[in-house]
Protein backbone atom coordinates (compact mmCIF):
# COMPACT_ATOMS: atom_id res chain seq x y z
CA UNK A 1 0.00 0.00 0.00
CA UNK A 2 1.50 3.71 -0.37
CA UNK A 3 2.40 5.66 1.93
CA UNK A 4 -0.44 8.74 2.52
CA UNK A 5 1.73 11.77 0.89
CA UNK A 6 -0.21 14.15 3.22
CA UNK A 7 0.73 12.61 6.66
CA UNK A 8 4.45 12.01 5.72
CA UNK A 9 7.01 14.14 7.37
CA UNK A 10 7.53 17.45 4.64
CA UNK A 11 10.48 19.29 4.28
CA UNK A 12 10.35 22.73 4.78
CA UNK A 13 13.35 23.96 3.36
CA UNK A 14 13.97 28.38 4.22
CA UNK A 15 16.12 29.30 1.26
CA UNK A 16 18.06 32.66 1.86
CA UNK A 17 17.98 34.44 -1.66
CA UNK A 18 20.05 37.03 -1.24
CA UNK A 19 19.18 40.73 -1.60
CA UNK A 20 18.39 41.91 -4.40
CA UNK A 21 20.03 40.52 -7.31
CA UNK A 22 18.75 37.38 -9.06
CA UNK A 23 22.16 35.76 -9.08
CA UNK A 24 22.99 36.63 -5.21
CA UNK A 25 20.97 33.11 -4.17
CA UNK A 26 24.28 30.38 -3.43
CA UNK A 27 24.56 27.49 -5.45
CA UNK A 28 22.85 25.29 -2.55
CA UNK A 29 20.12 27.90 -2.07
CA UNK A 30 19.84 26.66 -5.69
CA UNK A 31 19.50 23.15 -5.50
CA UNK A 32 17.21 23.78 -2.45
CA UNK A 33 14.61 25.63 -4.23
CA UNK A 34 14.82 22.74 -7.22
CA UNK A 35 14.52 20.39 -4.66
CA UNK A 36 11.19 21.11 -3.71
CA UNK A 37 7.70 20.81 -5.05
CA UNK A 38 6.58 24.50 -5.12
CA UNK A 39 7.61 28.12 -3.29
CA UNK A 40 5.69 29.55 -0.80
CA UNK A 41 5.50 33.39 -0.35
CA UNK A 42 3.73 36.28 1.85
CA UNK A 43 1.81 38.20 -0.85
CA UNK A 44 1.39 42.04 0.52
CA UNK A 45 -0.72 43.36 -2.32
CA UNK A 46 -1.73 42.85 -5.82
CA UNK A 47 1.54 44.16 -7.34
CA UNK A 48 4.02 43.17 -5.08
CA UNK A 49 7.11 43.87 -6.13
CA UNK A 50 9.18 41.72 -4.22
CA UNK A 51 6.32 38.68 -4.86
CA UNK A 52 7.43 39.98 -8.77
CA UNK A 53 11.18 39.49 -7.84
CA UNK A 54 11.15 35.76 -6.00
CA UNK A 55 8.90 34.95 -8.98
CA UNK A 56 11.84 36.21 -11.78
CA UNK A 57 14.38 34.03 -9.09
CA UNK A 58 12.27 30.87 -9.81
CA UNK A 59 12.05 31.35 -13.50
CA UNK A 60 15.71 31.67 -13.79
CA UNK A 61 17.16 28.67 -11.38
CA UNK A 62 14.20 26.90 -10.32
CA UNK A 63 11.83 27.13 -13.96
CA UNK A 64 9.52 23.88 -12.71
CA UNK A 65 8.91 25.23 -9.49
CA UNK A 66 5.47 27.04 -8.61
CA UNK A 67 5.29 30.19 -6.43
CA UNK A 68 2.50 29.73 -4.00
CA UNK A 69 1.39 32.83 -2.75
CA UNK A 70 -0.37 33.22 0.26
CA UNK A 71 -2.57 36.93 1.25
CA UNK A 72 -0.77 38.62 4.14
CA UNK A 73 -2.95 39.02 7.05
CA UNK A 74 -2.72 43.36 7.85
CA UNK A 75 -0.34 44.73 10.24
CA UNK A 76 -1.78 46.82 12.88
CA UNK A 77 1.05 49.79 12.23
CA UNK A 78 -0.79 52.66 14.43
CA UNK A 79 1.47 54.82 16.56
CA UNK A 80 -0.65 53.91 19.20
CA UNK A 81 0.37 50.56 19.38
CA UNK A 82 3.97 50.89 18.60
CA UNK A 83 5.14 53.78 19.74
CA UNK A 84 6.88 51.60 22.85
CA UNK A 85 9.21 48.64 22.53
CA UNK A 86 6.36 46.19 24.20
CA UNK A 87 3.43 47.36 22.01
CA UNK A 88 5.35 47.08 19.13
CA UNK A 89 6.70 42.93 19.93
CA UNK A 90 3.31 42.33 20.81
CA UNK A 91 1.23 43.69 17.74
CA UNK A 92 4.59 41.73 15.85
CA UNK A 93 4.04 38.48 18.32
CA UNK A 94 -0.21 38.46 17.11
CA UNK A 95 0.61 39.39 13.59
CA UNK A 96 3.35 36.22 13.37
CA UNK A 97 0.26 34.33 14.44
CA UNK A 98 -2.00 35.64 11.96
CA UNK A 99 0.64 34.80 9.46
CA UNK A 100 1.50 31.12 11.01
CA UNK A 101 -2.00 30.10 10.59
CA UNK A 102 -2.49 31.56 6.96
CA UNK A 103 0.68 29.52 6.22
CA UNK A 104 -0.32 26.50 7.65
CA UNK A 105 -3.91 26.53 6.04
CA UNK A 106 -1.59 26.98 2.46
CA UNK A 107 0.41 24.05 3.56
CA UNK A 108 -2.21 21.80 4.63
CA UNK A 109 -4.35 22.46 1.10
CA UNK A 110 -1.14 21.60 -0.93
CA UNK A 111 1.16 18.48 0.25
CA UNK A 112 4.76 17.87 -1.03
CA UNK A 113 7.95 19.21 0.28
CA UNK A 114 8.41 23.17 0.25
CA UNK A 115 10.90 26.18 -0.22
CA UNK A 116 10.13 29.41 1.79
CA UNK A 117 12.39 32.16 -0.24
CA UNK A 118 13.54 34.81 2.52
CA UNK A 119 15.42 37.67 1.27
CA UNK A 120 18.87 38.24 2.36
CA UNK A 121 19.71 35.30 5.11
CA UNK A 122 17.14 34.25 7.26
CA UNK A 123 18.67 35.17 10.27
CA UNK A 124 19.18 38.95 10.05
CA UNK A 125 15.38 40.71 11.15
CA UNK A 126 13.36 38.14 9.13
CA UNK A 127 10.65 36.05 10.73
CA UNK A 128 10.27 33.69 8.62
CA UNK A 129 11.76 30.95 11.12
CA UNK A 130 9.33 31.80 14.09
CA UNK A 131 6.61 31.80 11.84
CA UNK A 132 7.88 28.29 10.42
CA UNK A 133 8.80 27.21 14.31
CA UNK A 134 5.25 28.51 15.27
CA UNK A 135 3.50 26.00 12.78
CA UNK A 136 5.74 22.99 13.89
CA UNK A 137 4.91 23.43 17.46
CA UNK A 138 1.20 23.32 17.07
CA UNK A 139 1.85 19.64 15.68
CA UNK A 140 -0.75 19.37 12.97
CA UNK A 141 2.02 19.22 10.29
CA UNK A 142 4.88 17.22 10.53
CA UNK A 143 7.81 19.84 9.35
CA UNK A 144 11.20 18.77 8.70
CA UNK A 145 12.97 22.44 9.07
CA UNK A 146 16.25 23.28 6.99
CA UNK A 147 17.37 26.37 6.67
CA UNK A 148 19.97 27.25 3.60
CA UNK A 149 21.95 30.73 4.47
CA UNK A 150 21.51 33.36 1.95
CA UNK A 151 23.94 36.94 1.20
CA UNK A 152 22.52 39.51 3.77
CA UNK A 153 21.88 43.32 2.75
CA UNK A 154 24.67 44.19 5.00
CA UNK A 155 27.14 42.36 3.44
CA UNK A 156 26.62 43.29 0.19
CA UNK A 157 26.86 46.61 1.27
CA UNK A 158 29.86 45.94 2.42
CA UNK A 159 31.38 44.67 -0.52
CA UNK A 160 29.66 47.55 -2.70
CA UNK A 161 31.97 49.83 -0.33
CA UNK A 162 34.82 47.77 0.03
CA UNK A 163 34.67 47.61 3.78
CA UNK A 164 35.24 45.65 6.43
CA UNK A 165 32.32 46.66 8.96
CA UNK A 166 34.45 47.01 12.18
CA UNK A 167 38.54 48.10 12.92
CA UNK A 168 40.69 45.46 13.18
CA UNK A 169 39.76 42.74 16.38
CA UNK A 170 36.82 45.20 16.97
CA UNK A 171 33.07 45.53 17.31
CA UNK A 172 29.98 45.99 14.81
CA UNK A 173 26.67 46.26 16.68
CA UNK A 174 23.95 45.26 13.95
CA UNK A 175 20.39 47.47 14.73
CA UNK A 176 17.46 48.64 13.59
CA UNK A 177 16.57 52.51 13.14
CA UNK A 178 14.25 52.01 15.38
CA UNK A 179 17.00 51.12 18.56
CA UNK A 180 19.51 53.13 16.95
CA UNK A 181 19.55 55.59 19.64
CA UNK A 182 20.08 53.63 22.49
CA UNK A 183 22.76 51.59 20.50
CA UNK A 184 24.86 55.31 20.49
CA UNK A 185 24.12 55.94 23.84
CA UNK A 186 25.65 52.59 24.84
CA UNK A 187 28.57 53.79 23.23
CA UNK A 188 29.32 51.91 20.24
CA UNK A 189 30.93 52.68 17.55
CA UNK A 190 30.33 50.66 14.21
CA UNK A 191 26.83 50.28 13.72
CA UNK A 192 24.97 48.76 10.96
CA UNK A 193 21.59 49.76 10.89
CA UNK A 194 18.37 48.16 9.03
CA UNK A 195 15.21 48.39 8.67
CA UNK A 196 14.56 52.44 7.95
CA UNK A 197 11.46 54.11 8.13
CA UNK A 198 13.40 57.21 8.15
CA UNK A 199 17.09 58.66 8.29
CA UNK A 200 17.19 59.58 12.19
CA UNK A 201 20.47 61.06 11.81
CA UNK A 202 20.42 64.78 12.72
CA UNK A 203 22.16 64.47 15.59
CA UNK A 204 25.23 62.06 14.46
CA UNK A 205 26.42 64.80 11.85
CA UNK A 206 29.82 64.13 12.76
CA UNK A 207 29.54 60.56 12.25
CA UNK A 208 30.91 58.66 8.79
CA UNK A 209 28.25 57.03 6.75
CA UNK A 210 28.39 54.29 4.01
CA UNK A 211 24.77 54.04 2.79
CA UNK A 212 22.82 51.66 0.06
CA UNK A 213 19.76 51.65 -1.00
CA UNK A 214 17.92 48.78 -3.45
CA UNK A 215 21.33 47.07 -3.46
CA UNK A 216 21.48 44.63 -6.32
CA UNK A 217 18.56 45.68 -7.95
CA UNK A 218 18.01 48.46 -11.07
CA UNK A 219 18.21 51.08 -8.68
CA UNK A 220 21.24 50.35 -6.41
CA UNK A 221 22.59 53.59 -5.14
CA UNK A 222 25.81 54.10 -3.18
CA UNK A 223 26.61 57.11 -0.54
CA UNK A 224 29.22 57.64 1.80
CA UNK A 225 30.64 61.01 3.57
CA UNK A 226 30.01 63.23 6.43
CA UNK A 227 26.65 62.71 7.68
CA UNK A 228 26.19 66.36 8.78
CA UNK A 229 27.23 66.84 4.62
CA UNK A 230 25.34 63.71 3.04
CA UNK A 231 22.36 63.52 4.57
CA UNK A 232 19.88 65.74 2.62
CA UNK A 233 21.02 63.91 -0.51
CA UNK A 234 20.40 60.40 1.27
CA UNK A 235 16.90 61.57 2.18
CA UNK A 236 16.16 62.73 -1.82
CA UNK A 237 17.46 59.07 -2.58
CA UNK A 238 14.97 57.35 -0.70
CA UNK A 239 12.06 59.47 -2.20
CA UNK A 240 13.91 58.64 -5.75
CA UNK A 241 13.84 55.23 -5.35
CA UNK A 242 10.80 54.69 -4.08
CA UNK A 243 9.33 57.15 -6.94
CA UNK A 244 11.06 55.62 -9.91
CA UNK A 245 11.35 51.25 -8.52
CA UNK A 246 8.16 51.31 -6.36
CA UNK A 247 9.98 50.21 -3.03
CA UNK A 248 12.78 51.59 -1.38
CA UNK A 249 15.38 49.31 1.33
CA UNK A 250 18.29 50.98 2.65
CA UNK A 251 20.86 49.86 5.13
CA UNK A 252 24.07 51.66 6.47
CA UNK A 253 26.87 51.70 8.47
CA UNK A 254 27.57 54.37 10.79
CA UNK A 255 31.30 55.03 12.00
CA UNK A 256 31.82 56.92 14.95
CA UNK A 257 33.90 60.55 14.36
CA UNK A 258 36.24 60.23 11.49
CA UNK A 259 37.50 56.62 12.06
CA UNK A 260 39.26 55.36 8.79
CA UNK A 261 38.05 52.46 6.83
CA UNK A 262 39.58 49.11 7.76
C1 LIG B 1 13.07 42.71 6.92
S1 LIG B 1 14.77 43.10 6.86
C2 LIG B 1 15.38 41.67 6.09
C3 LIG B 1 16.88 41.58 6.09
C4 LIG B 1 17.38 40.37 5.33
N1 LIG B 1 16.99 39.14 6.00
C5 LIG B 1 18.89 40.41 5.15
O1 LIG B 1 19.58 39.48 5.62
O2 LIG B 1 19.36 41.34 4.52
C6 LIG B 1 14.77 44.29 5.58
C7 LIG B 1 15.85 45.32 5.76
O3 LIG B 1 17.09 44.82 5.26
C8 LIG B 1 17.76 45.83 4.54
N2 LIG B 1 17.79 45.45 3.12
C9 LIG B 1 17.33 44.31 2.59
N3 LIG B 1 17.54 44.26 1.27
C10 LIG B 1 18.14 45.41 0.94
C11 LIG B 1 18.61 45.95 -0.28
N4 LIG B 1 18.49 45.29 -1.44
N5 LIG B 1 19.18 47.17 -0.26
C12 LIG B 1 19.33 47.85 0.90
N6 LIG B 1 18.89 47.39 2.09
C13 LIG B 1 18.30 46.18 2.12
C14 LIG B 1 16.97 47.12 4.76
O4 LIG B 1 17.46 47.75 5.92
C15 LIG B 1 15.58 46.59 4.99
O5 LIG B 1 14.79 47.50 5.73
Redesign the pocket.
Known sequence: MRPDRRSRRRRVRVV?IG??GLDQITVEGIAALRASEYALAAVKGPDDPLVDLRRRLLARHAPRVELVGVVDPQRDRSSSSTSSGAGYRGVVTDWHEARSLAWERALAARPGDVAIP?????????STLRIVDRIAERGRLDLDVEVVP?I???Q??AARHRLVLHEIGGTVTVTTGRRLREVVAAGADNVV????ADLPLDDLADWRIWW??????AGETLVAGRVGDVLPELRAHRERLRAEHGWV???YLLRRGDGEVA
Not at 118 to 126: E, H, I, L, Q
Not at 212 to 217: Q, T
Open positions: GSGVWGDPAFYDGSALVLVMLNGGNLGDMDV
